[in-house]
C-alpha cells in the first residue's frame, strides 16, 4: 500500500456548507447555496463531496448553517452508502448551539472549533478544510503529500490567475519553494508568483492541517475576543506570520482530460451560474461529467428515460446542441443550447433558447424563453415571452446586467396578476 493511500486513510474532510449565497438573489431563497442545482442532476456540493470520495477520504463532515434543509436532505437520500463498520460516514454538523445557547457559527473556523469533540472521536492525523459551493475536479491526495512532504502547518489550495483579476480574491505572495510570505486580501496591486509576472495565486478556501495543530489553534482563536474566527481572515494571516504556511497549485492536482484546461467556478452570480451550465452544452465541454475515472456521486432518482414527441411544422419535439434529463417530456418543443434537468414538461410551440431550466418545470404553449434561469417547480404560463425585452422583463423578473434572466413562480404569480 502507498503512502498516498494511507495518507487519504488517516484524513479527514470537513465541507463547509452554512453560507447562503445572496448573489444568487431568489435562487437561495429556500435553499443554501451548495444545496443550489447544477449540470443537470446534481448539487453544487456533489463536486466537493465527489472529490472526497474519489481521492480516497471516506470519513466527510458536512457543517450547515442557513437554510440547510434541502442540503440536508439531498445529503441523506444521495450520500448514505457509507459503511460505519467500515470507518466511513458522512456526518451532517448544523449549527446547533452546542458550545453555547445563543451561539450559532460565528465563521468557518468556528463552525470547526464547535465540533472539535466529534472530529476527535474520528482519530484522524490530519484534516482538509472545503468550501462546498465551487465546481472543479481536485485529487486531494496530491495535496495531502505536499503538506506532509513540506512539514507545513497548513498547506492552501491556490488558483493561478491573471494578474489583473487577482485583486478580486485573496491572494499569496510566494517565494521559489512556494511557501507563503504574505497573505492580502484583495490586494490594489497583486503579487505575482515567483516563476510567471503576469499571474498570481488566489485562495480556493481549501486548507489541509494537521488536526493536533489546528485543533490548538482553534482553542486559542476562540478565546480572542477580536477575531472574526475565519480561516481567511484570522487562522491563515496568522500561520503566515508565525508559522510555515505553503501554497498548493490548483493545476498539480486538478483532474482533467490529457491536454485539457484546469476548470474551477464559482458559481456565485446567476451570470456565472447560467454561464457555467450553459457550458456544459458545448461540444466539448471543459468539465468532463462523463468521466467514469472521476465520476461526481449525487442522488440519482427514478426516473424514465427522457420523451421526445410531435413531428410537425412548427410543432416538433426537438433538442439541439442541449442536454436533457431523465423524466422530461419535449412535446412539440424546439429546445436550443439549453439545460433542462429532471421531469421538466414542455408543452407545443414553445421555444426554450440557451436557458437553464431547473426540476419540475412546466413550460405551457407558446412560451418563447431566452436566456434564462428557471426555478425549481415553476409553471411557465401559456405565451409568456422572456429575454426579447429587459425592460419589460425586469418589470417582474430579475434581469442582470448582463441579461440574464431569473423566473421564480412568485415573480410568475405576479405577472398574471398584471395581465
Not at 431568489?26 to 472529490?51: H, M, Q, W
Not at 495565486?201 to 476562540?222: E, H, P, Q
Not at 409553471?379 to 423578473?397: C, H, M, N, Q, S
Request: charged letters at 25%; proline letters at 4%.
Amino acid at each position: 500500500m502507498t503512502e498516498t493511500k494511507r495518507l487519504t486513510q488517516r484524513s479527514m474532510a470537513f465541507v463547509l456548507a452554512g453560507g447562503r449565497g445572496s448573489r444568487l438573489k431568489e435562487l437561495t431563497d429556500r435553499r443554501v447555496k451548495p444545496a443550489v442545482y447544477f449540470g443537470g442532476k446534481t448539487r453544487i456540493i456533489d463536486f466537493a463531496l465527489s472529490n472526497a470520495l474519489n481521492s480516497g477520504i471516506r470519513r466527510i463532515s458536512v457543517a450547515t448553517q442557513y437554510k440547510a434543509h434541502s442540503l440536508i436532505r439531498h445529503c441523506q437520500r444521495g450520500w448514505n452508502f457509507f459503511r460505519a463498520e467500515r470507518n466511513e460516514f458522512l456526518d451532517i454538523l448544523p449549527a446547533s448551539q452546542r458550545v453555547d445557547e445563543s451561539m450559532w457559527y460565528r465563521g468557518t473556523a468556528d463552525a470547526v472549533a464547535q465540533n472539535i469533540d466529534i472530529v476527535d472521536s474520528y482519530g484522524v492525523d490530519y484534516i482538509v478544510i472545503l468550501a462546498g459551493d465551487h465546481i472543479y475536479k481536485m485529487d486531494y491526495e496530491l495535496m495531502l503529500r505536499q503538506h506532509v512532504e513540506a512539514t507545513a502547518d497548513v498547506t492552501v489550495g491556490c488558483l493561478t490567475v491573471p494578474r489583473a483579476e487577482a485583486s478580486a480574491f485573496g491572494v499569496m505572495d510566494v517565494d521559489a519553494n512556494s511557501r507563503i510570505t504574505s497573505f492580502l486580501e484583495k490586494p490594489a496591486d497583486p503579487p505575482a508568483t515567483p516563476e510567471d509576472p503576469n499571474v498570481s495565486l488566489a485562495s480556493m478556501g481549501i486548507y489541509v492541517f494537521n488536526w493536533k495543530f489546528l485543533r490548538d489553534l482553534l482553542l486559542r482563536d476562540a478565546e480572542n475576543p477580536n477575531s472574526s474566527h475565519d480561516f481567511g481572515n484570522d487562522l491563515i494571516p496568522e500561520i503566515v506570520k508565525n508559522g510555515k504556511a505553503v501554497a498548493h497549485r490548483f493545476d498539480d492536482s486538478c483532474v482533467r482530460a490529457p491536454g485539457a484546461d484546469s476548470y474551477w467556478r464559482d458559481v456565485g452570480t446567476l451570470d456565472a451560474f447560467w454561464e457555467a451550465n450553459i457550458d456544459l452544452t458545448n461540444f466539448t465541454p471543459t468539465l468532463d461529467l462523463w468521466d467514469k475515472d472521476w465520476p461526481i456521486w449525487t442522488y440519482s432518482e427514478s426516473v424514465p428515460p427522457a420523451k421526445f414527441i410531435h413531428d410537425e411544422k412548427d410543432r416538433r419535439g426537438i433538442a439541439i446542441s442541449s442536454m436533457v434529463s431523465g423524466g422530461c417530456i419535449i412535446s412539440g418543443t424546439e429546445v436550443r443550447n439549453s439545460l433542462l434537468f429532471t421531469q421538466v414538461k414542455t408543452n407545443s410551440y414553445a421555444v426554450l433558447d440557451h436557458s437553464v431550466v431547473l426540476p419540475d418545470v412546466v413550460v405551457n404553449r407558446s412560451a418563447r424563453l431566452t436566456k434564462c434561469v428557471i426555478d425549481r417547480a415553476v409553471v411557465i404560463p401559456t405565451g409568456l415571452v422572456v429575454g426579447e425585452d429587459p425592460v419589460e422583463d425586469a418589470k417582474y423578473f430579475r434581469v442582470t446586467d448582463k441579461g440574464t434572466t431569473l423566473i421564480t413562480q412568485e415573480m410568475v404569480n405576479a405577472w398574471e396578476a398584471a395581465q
